[in-house]
């Protein structure tokens, strides 16, 4: 993961790694290719432009060609620049009602379904929680059908109503089911379109506003580039959603799409998908993705 922007941004820095002293020039000609290195790996034109402008700032705030070590020194501050562009600290969930409500959004294919059970077997067996999934795809029975599939893997109960084409009937129907039987998550997954289609945005938009939900999370597969970007925005703008989730991140993706999501609808990445399986869930790190990014 992240290796195309890793190796360029290292060979971007290598060039002030271990200097014993650097010129301006040498500088710039670092930022520039920090900033090819971001626009390669899809980050946005204006985003890589003001994150290199934020770094000469405090490069030269900090009087990095007069210190002993000013490689290090601009390694570090790209590295901060990186980890705050990402969000600084981890974000949490509120899993604060009775029961919490979780409401799943993206696009078909994006890893709805699968992150709905990985993140029901996150709040089971890490925060001892009793989640119930809903399956509010009305459209594809098989997508009901794997939800079903998830939940018996897990060993969490799934909600759903054979013939009934209203979501919003089904999921405030889940909500009282939960409270009525002792389960305090409810995690609702819902049907997506391989575009982002009107029709969609309103049904998606009815949900939310029936259910209120706790927090509803945009999924996104991270080796989907700008189109990411674009769909991410469209979601924010009907549902203002509190956080994004990031899935895929064990293929082969260039990873630029994290830092462009999150400076384009200023939402948190909250957690990380990597992998098929159900345990292939993590909570998202900006520093350690920015370790990771810059080796
Ligand atoms: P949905 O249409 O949004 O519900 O997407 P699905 O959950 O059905 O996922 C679509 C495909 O992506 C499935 O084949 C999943 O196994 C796969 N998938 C989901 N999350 C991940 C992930 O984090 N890594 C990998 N490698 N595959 C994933």
Known sequence: MFNNLTDKLDKALHVLKGHGSITEVNVAETLKEVRRALLDADVNFKTAKEFTNRVKEKALGQNVLTTLQPGQLMVKIVKDELTELMGGDTAGIDLSGSPSVILMSGLQGSGKTTFSGKLANFLKTKKSKNPLLVACDVYRPA???????????????????????????????????????????VIVDTAGRLAVDEEMMTEI???????????????????????????????????????????????????????????????????????????????????????????
């Open 143 to 185: 997508a009901i059908n794997q939800l079903h599939v998830v939940g018996e893997q897990i060993g969490v109960e799934v909600y759903s109503e054979e013939g009934n084409m209203d979501p919003v009937d089904i999921a405030t129907k889940a909500i009282a089911h939960a409270k009525q039987n002792g389960f305090n998550v």
């Open 205 to 295: 938009a009815n949900i939310h506003a029936a259910i209120k939900p706790n927090e509803t999370l945009f999924v996104v597969d991270s080796m989907t580039g700008q189109d990411a970007v674009n769909t991410a925005k469209t979601f924010n703008d009907r549902l203002n959603f509190e956080g994004v989730v990031l899935t895929k991140l064990d293929g082969d993706t260039r990873g630029g799409a994290a830092i462009s999501i999150k400076s384009v609808v200023d939402k948190p990445i909250k957690f990380i998908g990597t992998g098929e399986k159900m345990e292939a869930i993590d909570v998202f790190h900006p520093s350690r993705m920015a370790d990771r990014i810059l080796g």
